[in-house]
């Protein structure tokens, strides 16, 4: 009897947490897709594509967090397939042009991005990075890869108390080019888990430095 009551304990809790972030995120159009690695998954319909959000706790300050994804150089060491990536040109202390190439799996050819990234505050403590994909002239089409477009990727920052924060994660691109429609889903669903897992570990490395912030 015991064991039953805890099963379904359980379910009615797993049941009502459901309920819960349906109702906070449709709201916004956003759906409660999954929660792994301490990471909310949500997704939502914009015209024929799908974006994709996650939401996690990272320990460290915003000033390291933003120095490490505007740092190239350790890219690879947690964005998943990471080929290449380099600053294009620094437009201000808050304003920035990067290049990206992902490894994709043959024949798939490797997918290319030039994006914009810009630092802002909102409010007296969030801080919001925005990017989206720019053209430039250091950075010509190349035959041997797919130019991939970001209509926006997010990170909002909301400090916590106890040196953490809440970082939530927002993306909707096109891939470009022809990819089978489950691989975009599963690693749409999947990337958001990745990009703030290897937030945190990367936050333990003495190697990254602080950005500076907007005042």
């Known amino acids: ?7 379904f304990f359980h379910a009615i809790s797993t049941l009502i947490i459901g309920i819960m ?34 939401v996690g706790i990272i320990e460290g300050t915003p000033e390291k967090l933003i120095g490490i994804i505007h740092n190239p150089g350790r890219w690879k060491f947690w964005i998943d397939d990471m080929d290449e990536g380099k600053l294009l040109e620094k437009k201000s202390d808050f304003h920035f042009i990067f290049l990206q190439v992902i490894d994709a799996t043959w024949p798939i050819k490797n997918r290319e991005l030039v ?16 990017m989206k994909s720019v053209t430039h002239p250091s950075a010509p089409n190349d035959e041997d890869r797919v130019r991939a477009k970001i209509s926006y990727t997010r990170y909002i920052i909301d400090p916590l108390d106890g040196n953490r924060m809440q970082v939530t994660f ?13 691989m975009v889903d599963w690693a749409s669903k999947s990337f958001p888990v990745t990009i703030i897992e290897g937030l945190r570990e990367e936050m333990k490395s ?3 430095e602080k950005a500076l912030l907007p005042e």
Do not use: A, C, T
């Open 1 to 7: 009897m015991k064991v039953s009551f805890l099963i």
């Open 170 to 182: 927002e993306n909707l691109s096109d891939p470009g080019g022809r990819i089978p429609n489950f």
């Open 21 to 54: 972030y349906g109702k906070e995120y449709k709201k916004d159009g956003w759906n409660f897709v999954r929660e792994r690695k301490d990471v909310q998954v949500y997704e939502k319909e914009v015209g024929e594509r799908i974006s994709f959000k996650g």
């Open 115 to 130: 994006f914009e990234s810009v630092i802002s505050r909102v409010g007296p403590s969030r801080i919001l990075l925005e």
């Open 206 to 208: 003495p190697l990254q």
